[in-house]
């Protein structure tokens, strides 16, 4: 098969490369040509871990090509896919379907021939329909099919999430397409990952409703945690006791300063927004929405409280990125918590093994260290942000030497309070006593 992806980041890229690594020929199209012109240079523009060797491997046997001009790509491709941003409106939350609304003008006048329109990005219930129109209405003539084909890859694992996914979502009603998205799977399908073919509404609600629910579950947990704090439980313990119920499942009961990141805060909002105008409000994920945005809010004061106050006080954090092996810095809870504590008077430096390149504009007054000792020189407490397998494994006496107080805030919860203590550190984590 031959696949034009139209946008070039995080889930283009990596579904660009999956599926030329399955055996078909991918074109992947971005506008931003800095970013192409570094992918043909054979620099990846992104870190996710195996992603180099990936495009790699399959730009030299021939599978995977780059372009900024969309034309060529477009025209000889069976399946189009769309993975541009699809991030939040500015003022009311829903989804900004300006970029996917221009890709649907772009393959309009380019196709050529069938072609599949399958949506990647993530888009409210409706838009294949938006889609659909937009191209009809620039090609009266034009046989094509658009399907919702919804990605659920996490950054940070995303190759081995595409290559062996939980499922495939489809969603088309159009037996031809059926037949390209059967093809474009198929190494999947072998593997017996089961390929769900839904309606093309019911694909689109599918991604939104995953997202809401994994949200609504790590908010769940957080304040379970506090409850802990309150009433002198643990929560490690409580969550690993209700994970081993199947009907719970261990995932995503880790608690922490709040989810980020570049999908669950704008998909939950967008969802909010939808199911309200639908008439058919989800006040659970409206009430995770507001529980967690006070929840980033409040860590500055929870750190305040461990230093003692922060006037004067030197800050520092290790971990900017909303999750590990990623160097993705949407909506991450440092870009809450270190404008709070500068605020409070106090001094933040901070590092991150992959982040700091795209967290230095957006963090104004914070010092960059060049790696975690650096950042904890002198400082008065030490904020675990990021839960990096290289903050696991501090050599902590050099740590506790180099702080001017031994106080650490575990965020993350990577370390046992009784080590901690008995090292000589003032420790808090997250709901354990
Ligand atoms: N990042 C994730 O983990 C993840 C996971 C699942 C789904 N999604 C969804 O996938 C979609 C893409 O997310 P992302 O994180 O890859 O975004 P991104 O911002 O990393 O990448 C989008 C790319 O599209 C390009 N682009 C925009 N308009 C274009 C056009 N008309 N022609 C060519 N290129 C264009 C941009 O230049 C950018 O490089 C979003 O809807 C997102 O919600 C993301």
Same mark, same amino acid.
């Given at each position: 098969m031959r696949v034009a992806m139209i946008g070039a980041g995080y889930v283009g890229l990596v579904s660009g490369a999956c599926f030329a690594d399955f055996g078909h020929v991918v074109c992947c199209v971005d506008k931003d040509a800095a970013r192409i012109a570094a992918l043909e240079r054979g620099e990846t523009p992104i870190y996710e871990p195996g992603l180099d060797e990936l495009l790699a491997r399959n730009v030299r046997e021939g599978r995977l090509s780059f372009r900024c001009d969309a034309a060529e790509a477009i025209a000889s491709a069976d399946a189009v896919f769309i993975a541009v941003g699809t991030p939040s409106r500015r003022?009311?939350?829903?989804?900004?379907?300006s970029y996917v609304h221009a890709a649907a003008e772009e393959i309009a006048q380019l196709m050529d021939g069938f072609t599949v329109v399958v949506t990647k990005s993530t888009v409210p219930v409706g838009t294949g329909d938006e889609i659909e129109q937009i191209i009809r209405a620039r090609r009266v003539d034009a046989d094509f099919a658009v399907v919702s084909n919804p990605e659920f890859l996490r950054e940070g694992a995303a190759i081995n999430d595409f290559k062996r996914p939980d499922r495939v979502v489809v969603g088309t009603d159009d037996e031809r397409a059926r037949d390209v998205m059967r093809e474009l799977y198929r190494p999947l399908f072998l593997n017996e990952t089961p390929l769900l073919f839904v309606s093309r509404r019911t694909s689109e609600l599918i991604k939104y409703a995953a997202n809401a629910f994994l949200a609504m579950k790590i908010t769940f947990i957080n304040e379970v945690a506090d409850l802990c704090e309150a009433v002198g439980a643990d929560v490690q313990q409580v969550a690993r006791g209700i994970g081993l119920d199947n009907r719970i499942?261990?995932?995503?009961l880790h608690p922490g300063p709040g989810y980020g990141g570049s999908c669950f805060p704008k998909d939950a909002l967008a969802l909010a927004r939808t199911a309200t105008e639908a008439g058919a409000p989800i006040r659970l994920v409206e009430t995770t929405i507001e529980v967690n945005d006070a929840r980033k809010r409040s860590m500055a004061a929870r750190i305040a409280a461990a230093a003692g106050g922060l006037q004067g006080k030197t800050v520092a954090i290790l971990g900017l990125t909303?999750?590990?092996?990623? #160097?993705d810095m949407r909506d991450a809870p440092s870009l809450e918590v270190a404008p709070r504590l500068m605020a409070m008077g106090a001094r933040v430096q901070a590092f991150d093994p992959q982040g700091m390149g795209e967290a230095r504009p957006l963090l104004e007054g914070v010092e960059f260290r060049a790696g975690p000792y650096e950042a904890v020189e002198d400082a008065d407490v030490l904020v675990i942000l990021t839960e990096w397998d290289q903050f696991r494994a501090l050599d902590l006496d050099r740590v506790k030497l180099l702080m001017?107080?031994?106080?650490?805030? #575990?965020l993350r919860n990577i370390y046992r309070p009784e080590e901690m203590r008995a090292r000589g550190f003032d420790y808090a984590s997250v709901g354990r006593a």
């Open positions: 003022g009311d939350g829903h989804a900004d379907l499942g261990p995932k995503f909303f999750k590990p092996n990623t #160097d001017r107080r031994a106080v650490v805030v #575990d």
